[in-house]
Structures are given as C-alpha cells and as structure tokens.
C-alpha cells in the first residue's frame, strides 16, 4: 500500500470571512495517542461518551486538530508551589 505523506499529515487551510487563510495540523488518533499516552481506544471511548478533547469528524475520518490537543494538555496542568529548599538554599529531596 502506497503512502501518501499528506494523508499522514494533513492540514486544512480554512479561509474565514476576513479573507485569511488559516492553516490547522491535523492529527490522526495513533499521533495523539503517540504524543499523549493515551490509548487509542480511549479516545474512542472519549468520542463515543463526547468527553475528553474537541475532534473532527470528516465523514468516517477522524482528526483532532493540534491546537485542540494542545488546550486539552493545559486544562490537565498540575501547577506546584515550587522546590522545596533547606536552610543552606540547597534542594531538599523527599524520601
């Protein structure tokens, strides 16, 4: 089977009233899974119960846009107070 690098990487150039042309990377489910961790079939139970991040749906052809992606990853930050130090300024490990 003959590989087609735009099917593996597609864009869509979306042109709103403005006249602008805006492109968006699309990612496949492997990618996101590949980038984030999550399983693949988590994400199809994420589309199925509609939770989880934003995606397309281009007929049968699933996409998450990489700006979604990249919202999602934020709303999961955990934000730390900072390194604990020692009297000496020294980072105190936990046991």
Not at 67 to 72: G, I, P, W
Request: charged share 25%.
């Amino acid at each position: 089977m003959k590989h087609d690098a735009a099917r593996e990487n597609p864009t869509l150039a979306i042109s709103p009233d403005s006249g602008e042309t805006v492109t968006r990377k699309l990612l496949s489910p492997e990618q996101v899974s590949d980038l984030t961790g999550i399983p693949v079939a988590t994400l199809a139970q994420w589309r199925y119960r509609k939770c989880g991040m934003d995606f397309l749906r281009l007929g049968r052809l699933v996409r998450y846009d990489a700006a979604d992606v990249e919202a999602y990853l934020q709303t999961c930050r955990v934000r730390v107070r900072g390194q604990l130090t020692g009297k000496d300024g020294e980072h105190v490990g936990l046991s």
